[in-house]
C-alpha cells in the first residue's frame, strides 16, 4: 500500500538494465569493466592486474568472464595481433559500472549543484521531447511486450539512457 503526501517527493532514479545486472552479477566482472576502462588489454593482461588486487583466478576463468562481458556488448574486442602462438584479442570496455552510496553529508552540496544544473537539464529534455517525439515514441514501443506494460516509465528510461551516453562523452571530450 502506497500513500503520497505533500511532504514527500521523489529525488532520484534508480536504473537497472537487465543486460548489464545480469552480467556483472559476479563481482569479478565488475572489477573486470573497471581494469577495461581506460586501456584495451588482453585477456592475460586482465589476469594479471586481478591478482594485483587480490583475485585469484585461473586465465581461462578470466577469460570466460570476458566473454560474457563481450557477449552482453560491455566489451568490445577492438584489435587483433597475429603472432606466432596465434591471435591475441585486446578487449576493451564501452560501458562504466558505477556502484557507490555518497556520504550523507555530501546531501547539501548535491543539492545545490542539482539546483544549479536542472534548468539546463530541463531545456535539454523538452528539446529531445520535442525534436525526438516520434523516434523515442518507436522506442518505446518496441521496449513494450504487452499492452499491460504501457504504464511503465519508458521514455524516462530512454531518455536517461541518452542523457547518461552523452554525459560519458562530455566526461571523456573534457
Given at each position: 500500500?502506497?500513500?503520497?503526501?505533500?511532504?514527500?517527493?521523489?529525488?532520484?532514479?534508480?536504473?537497472?538494465?537487465?543486460r548489464v545486472s545480469d552480467a556483472i552479477d559476479e563481482p569479478m566482472r565488475a572489477m573486470i569493466l573497471d581494469i577495461l576502462a581506460d586501456e584495451a588489454r588482453t585477456a592475460g593482461e586482465v589476469?594479471?592486474?586481478?591478482?594485483?588486487?587480490?583475485?585469484?583466478?585461473?586465465?581461462?576463468?578470466?577469460?570466460?568472464?570476458?566473454?560474457?562481458?563481450?557477449?552482453?556488448?560491455?566489451?568490445?574486442?577492438?584489435?587483433?595481433?597475429?603472432?606466432?602462438?596465434?591471435t591475441t584479442k585486446y578487449y576493451h570496455a564501452n560501458t562504466i559500472?558505477?556502484?557507490?552510496?555518497?556520504?550523507?553529508s555530501a546531501d547539501a552540496a548535491v543539492e545545490e549543484m542539482t539546483d544549479a544544473i536542472q534548468p539546463q537539464v530541463t531545456e535539454a529534455l523538452n528539446h529531445l521531447t520535442e525534436e525526438y517525439e516520434e523516434s523515442?515514441?518507436?522506442?518505446?514501443?518496441?521496449?513494450?511486450?504487452?499492452?499491460?506494460?504501457?504504464?511503465?516509465?519508458?521514455?524516462?528510461?530512454?531518455?536517461?539512457?541518452?542523457?547518461?551516453?552523452?554525459?560519458?562523452?562530455?566526461q571523456r571530450e573534457s
Open positions: 500500500m502506497s500513500s503520497s503526501g505533500a511532504d514527500h517527493h521523489l529525488d532520484d532514479i534508480a536504473i537497472r538494465d537487465t589476469h594479471d592486474r586481478l591478482t594485483d588486487r587480490g583475485i585469484e583466478r585461473t586465465e581461462n576463468t578470466v577469460r570466460h568472464h570476458i566473454n560474457e562481458l563481450r557477449d552482453s556488448g560491455l566489451v568490445d574486442v577492438v584489435r587483433f595481433e597475429e603472432g606466432r602462438g596465434g559500472v558505477l556502484s557507490y552510496s555518497l556520504p550523507g523515442i515514441e518507436e522506442i518505446t514501443t518496441e521496449m513494450q511486450p504487452c499492452d499491460h506494460c504501457r504504464n511503465q516509465k519508458y521514455e524516462t528510461y530512454v531518455l536517461l539512457t541518452v542523457l547518461r551516453r552523452a554525459f560519458v562523452r562530455a
